[in-house]
Nanobody, 119 residues
Framework: QVQLVESGGGLVQAGGSLRLSCAVS????????MGWFRQAPGKEREFAAT????????YYADSVRGRFTISRDNAKNTVYLQMNSLKPEDTAVYYC????????????WGQGTQVTVSL
């Protein structure tokens, strides 16, 4: 079992920055990757970024590439999402996710944290 607890959401002006954190606990040895997803009101949940837990390899959605950076601190069992040059279109509930297989589908989810980007 893996538990995820998110923090760092809030209100920020367009062009500003915000860093989200996700604390990972439980049986982390079987965690192969971590990811961030987001869902805006009236829209489908969409993929934002992933990072390999052991090798640190990253992958980003086109919508956030160049602006967002996913990272992890294995010693602290924490994954981060550094968000720069934020746009109003980034407003959404952001979810942390853990992958325990190579299926491409997350097996565990955090509770979600609200990010609001104002003009």
């Amino acid at each position: 079992q893996v538990q995820l607890v998110e923090s760092g959401g809030g209100l920020v002006q367009a062009g500003g920055s915000l860093r989200l954190s996700c604390a990972v606990s439980g049986r982390t040895l079987r965690t192969y990757a971590m990811g961030w997803f987001r869902q805006a009101p009236g829209k489908e949940r969409e993929f934002a970024a992933t990072i390999g837990w052991n090798d640190g390899s990253t992958y980003y959605a086109d919508s956030v590439r160049g602006r967002f950076t996913i990272s992890r601190d294995n010693a602290k069992n924490t994954v981060y999402l550094q968000m720069n040059s934020l746009k109003p279109e980034d407003t959404a509930v952001y979810y942390c996710a853990a992958y325990s297989t190579t299926s491409g589908r997350p097996d565990y989810w955090g509770q979600g944290t609200q990010v609001t980007v104002s003009l």
